[in-house]
């Protein structure tokens, strides 16, 4: 039997534990916990970055986003988006350890000079429970079809008289899991939002739900499809590193999980071609998740990653805890800001990039992206082929400069 799926959710939840109690839920809160996983050539594994969180900012609140605050403040505090982010900080981090001439966990410098991975390493993903989206939708009390009798007989009391019902699998699965993402606007079919299993499509795009304000940000299943093609390290680091995909994927037990639509939603929705990364559930249930008496979600986001300076940062409503809109400075480590400003101090110090940019400090987020060209052209193409109604991201949360 495999044991990695466990072993993942085992080190992110020990990992969890380990941290300081605030920006946890309290005992009639709950919330998802996301982390990803460096493995060795050795073959042990180790948390390297991890995050949890619910939230969302709507569409109306990010335009309301004061020209200081630009780049500064989280529209997606998702755990799975949150763990991808702390883990875009420690790129940087293992970078600017080679660079400074130590030795890195992940990468070396070639002969040419070029940043390079070491071939023996992995990363591999966990999440408590399943992203919302399309790989959250599937039956309800999913049964496998070939593991149990086609006819399942059924009791039912009526006072004195008893008949004995046969319901066939078919017809246990009335109903579905449902997921608050809806389809983009822009996509041609929508969810009919009939009654049982006919109240969702799968397939389309979404977006995450908002309280009554509808959110720019696209579902996780949708974010993590693009990981799965794309790699994780996004455009920026794009210019230091080469593509880096998710060899597998967990997901916590006690919560509804369907592999088959875990592989739909990351992969088979687009097409049959594309890599399908290794997915599991494990045997072990994240405490904190929704369950029992835990109703309300958890308002706040812990992340963490394992860089040199580790301190463990609080998200609340897209902002460092303790700041109001009304406070310069005092960013997110792993805010658009923040990583542009790292990737900015990398670029000068690593010497192999050609670039005709001379003032750095003005130039915005959005040419910054831009100027990874190869990044973009793929990422262009995968439009045209796959995410052809996945829309362009607002200019006004891109062109801030530092």
Not at 67 to 84: C, F, K, N, Q, V
Not at 94 to 109: A, E
Not at 253 to 265: D, I, N, Q, V, Y
Not at 358 to 366: L, Q, V
Request: overall charge positive.
């Amino acid at each position: 039997m495999n044991d990695l799926p466990n072993k993942v959710a085992k080190l992110c939840i020990e990992k969890y534990n380990a941290l300081k109690k605030s920006g946890k839920p309290t005992d009639n809160e709950w919330t998802i916990l996301s982390g990803i996983l460096l493995k060795t050539e050795c073959e042990s594994l180790s948390v390297v970055s991890l995050a949890t969180g619910t939230k969302c900012l709507g569409g109306s609140e990010l335009i309301k986003t004061a020209p200081h605050e630009r780049g500064s403040r989280l529209s997606d505090s998702h755990a799975e988006i949150l763990a991808r982010r702390a883990f875009l900080r420690y790129l940087y981090d293992q970078i600017d350890i080679v660079l400074s001439g130590f030795k890195s966990n992940i990468l070396f410098l070639n002969k040419e000079n070029k940043l390079e991975m070491y071939p023996s390493i992995s990363f591999h993903f966990f999440s408590s429970q399943s992203p919302c989206g399309d790989c959250s939708i599937f039956p309800k009390d999913d049964i496998d079809e070939e593991e149990c009798p086609t006819k399942i007989r059924k009791t039912m009391h009526n006072d004195k008289e008893t008949m004995t019902l046969e319901l066939s699998v078919s017809e246990i699965n009335t109903d579905i899991h449902r997921t608050g993402a809806k389809c983009l606007k822009t996509e041609q079919h929508q969810d009919p939002k009939l009654p049982g299993a006919n109240y969702h499509i799968t397939g389309p795009l979404r977006t995450k739900p908002g309280r009554g304000d509808p959110t720019l940000s696209l579902s996780c299943s949708d974010k993590m499809a693009k990981w799965n093609i794309i790699g994780v390290q996004g455009s920026l680091l794009s210019l230091l590193i080469s593509t880096i995909k998710l060899e597998s994927i967990t997901i916590g037990k006690g919560c509804p999980f369907s592999l088959e639509a875990m592989e739909r939603g990351l992969c088979k929705r687009f097409s049959n071609k594309l890599h399908v990364p290794k997915i599991f559930q494990a045997d072990i249930a994240f405490a904190q998740r929704k369950e029992g008496k835990r109703i309300n979600p958890c308002p706040s986001s812990i992340i963490w990653c394992a860089v040199r300076k580790s301190d463990l940062e609080i998200a609340v409503q897209g902002r460092k805890q303790g700041v109001t809109k009304k406070k310069k400075g005092h960013n997110l480590l792993v805010s658009r800001r923040a990583l542009l400003e790292t990737c900015l101090k990398i670029c000068d110090k690593y010497k192999n990039i050609k670039t005709d940019i001379f003032h750095p400090k003005r130039i915005t987020y959005y040419d910054c992206k831009q100027w990874s060209v190869q990044y973009q052209s793929t990422w262009n193409q995968l439009k045209r082929e796959f995410f052809i109604s996945w829309p362009d991201k607002p200019l006004y949360l891109q062109d801030f400069i530092l």
